[in-house]
């Protein structure tokens, strides 16, 4: 699985956008991206994923760049509930056994 | 219920001590996981089931540690003669098909704290 680099923390305010970015240089042709994130003392959450194209849902939108050595999450409207950590992983779809975690993004929304 | 529900919540066990952490995954679910969370890390994962069947535990970290989940539905995770080392919290997570790759098929339990003293 590929490795993901992500900032240590981020700051938002609340009611903008915030823009999780994350790198995964050694992405292979058939790693997806997925995005979870873990708010303070509760499971993981899952929030989005994709492999070459944009994905929206009703939580966030990725955008993956063409060349898929990096992504960005984006929160449209961040509230104070989406403080949370934001965890990039590169999952192999033919060996989808584990998921390899990394430190992820601490975010904070202030008000 | 809805979700994963794992017990107990806490748990603090003296050095020495066995202990066992219960998960209940999401009714019919085929794929159940145990991962460990050491404080300000990502999860660690530590075994699959599909099943009743412990299909990976590579990370298992030591003999210590032996998960079952015979009837395909319940599982427990044991801990044999807990260190401090082991002091975490332990996460389940079940899906409903096969593939771990299923995006938002995996649901992750609140995690069951364990502090060794």
């Known amino acids: 699985d590929a490795k993901t680099t992500q900032p240590t923390s981020m700051d938002c305010a609340e009611g903008r956008a915030a823009n999780l970015p994350c790198n995964h240089s050694?992405?292979?042709?058939?790693?997806?991206v997925y995005w979870y994130r873990q708010i303070h003392s509760q499971g993981p959450q899952y929030i989005i994923h994709?492999?070459?194209?944009?994905e929206t849902n009703e939580m966030a939108s990725l955008i993956i760049t063409e060349d898929r050595k990096s992504s960005t999450l984006i929160l449209p409207h961040a509230t104070l509930r989406d403080t949370a950590v934001y965890y990039c992983?590169?999952?192999?779809?033919?060996?989808?056994?584990?998921?390899?975690w990394g430190l992820g993004t601490s975010l904070a929304v202030n008000p | 219920g809805a979700g994963v529900s794992q017990s107990p919540r806490y748990k603090v066990a003296k050095r020495g001590q066995d202990v066992a952490l219960r998960c209940d995954p999401i009714?019919?679910?085929?794929?159940l996981f145990w991962y460990q969370q050491a404080l300000g890390q990502g999860p660690e994962f530590l075994t699959y089931?599909?099943?009743?069947?412990?299909?990976?535990k590579s990370g298992l970290p030591s003999d210590r540690f032996f998960a079952e989940r015979p009837e395909g539905s319940v599982s427990t995770l044991k801990i044999q003669r807990t260190q401090q080392e082991d002091s975490a919290v332990y996460l389940c997570?079940?899906?409903?098909?096969?593939?771990?790759?299923?995006?938002?098929?995996?649901?992750f339990g609140e995690g069951s704290w364990l502090t060794v003293v």
């Open positions: 994709g492999l070459k194209n944009n």
């Open positions: 050694t992405i292979s042709g058939n790693e997806y």
């Open positions: 009714s019919g679910h085929v794929s």
């Open positions: 997570a079940s899906s409903a098909t096969k593939r771990q790759v299923s995006g938002n098929t995996i649901y």
């Open positions: 992983i590169g999952v192999n779809a033919g060996n989808n056994r584990k998921l390899i």
């Open positions: 089931f599909q099943n009743e069947a412990q299909l990976d």
